[in-house]
């Protein structure tokens, strides 16, 4: 079997996978927007609407099919093979994470956004799955994919992905300052004991610390 074919039955396995964890989020999504709703901070109402969310969807996946150009780099045949390699695991990694993050949140997953985040009425705190080693894995995993995605396809679209990571990053800050509202010393005491992007590996799971 080619280089070339093998590169050919990644990527095309690659995007199945995707389906994935992206079918995870938008049923999680949708399953959302009609729950009761409890502690408010910022202004998310006018983001976490159903139309605004699939317009939103509409121009940011528009935007992967702009971008899908190659990128302007040349490797030799053993370079393609590393990278390839490479790219498949970090990719299907960070899948791995993300769709694991999400079936762990199961019911708790919810829609928020840079200008402010929504809980539920009567929000759990989750604190064990991917949870118990990072705060937050999904938008981790997201990042891991998306570098091992500019690996296997090496395309301007998982660059783009991938800068995404800083929105993220300012999102997950937001989220954090609403689960401290709600929780308080619960979540205070979980942060000392999980990091938010980088997991201890000499962690072990402390459920009487965390109150679980």
Do not use: K
């Not at 762990?104 to 928020?112: D, H, I, R, V």
């Not at 705060?135 to 679209?157: K, V």
């Amino acid at each position: 079997m080619t280089l070339d074919t093998v590169e050919q039955w990644m990527r095309w396995i690659g995007a199945a996978a995707l389906l994935v964890p992206l079918g995870a989020i938008f049923w999680g999504l949708w399953a959302g927007l009609r729950r009761p709703v409890g502690r408010v901070t910022g202004h998310p109402q006018w983001m976490l609407r159903a139309p605004v969310y699939l317009l939103g969807s509409l121009i940011y996946f528009g935007l992967w099919i702009i971008l899908w150009r190659p990128l302007p780099l040349a490797f030799s045949i053993p370079a393609r093979w590393e990278t390839l390699i490479l790219g498949g695991l970090l990719y299907f990694s960070g899948l791995g994470l993300i769709l694991w993050g999400r079936l762990t949140l199961g019911e708790m997953y919810n829609a928020s956004s840079g200008f402010g985040i929504q809980l539920y009425d009567r929000h759990r705190l989750i604190t064990h799955g991917p949870f118990a080693y990072v705060r937050h894995p999904m938008y981790l995993g997201i990042l891991i994919a998306a570098l091992g995605g500019c690996l296997m396809y090496r395309t301007w679209t998982l660059v783009f992905v991938a800068a995404n990571f800083l929105g993220l990053a300012y999102r997950a800050r937001r989220e954090e300052q609403a689960l401290a509202a709600e929780f308080g010393e619960q979540w205070q005491a979980y942060c000392r004991q999980v990091p938010a992007w980088i997991p201890r590996l000499h962690w072990r799971s402390r459920d009487s610390a965390l109150g679980r």
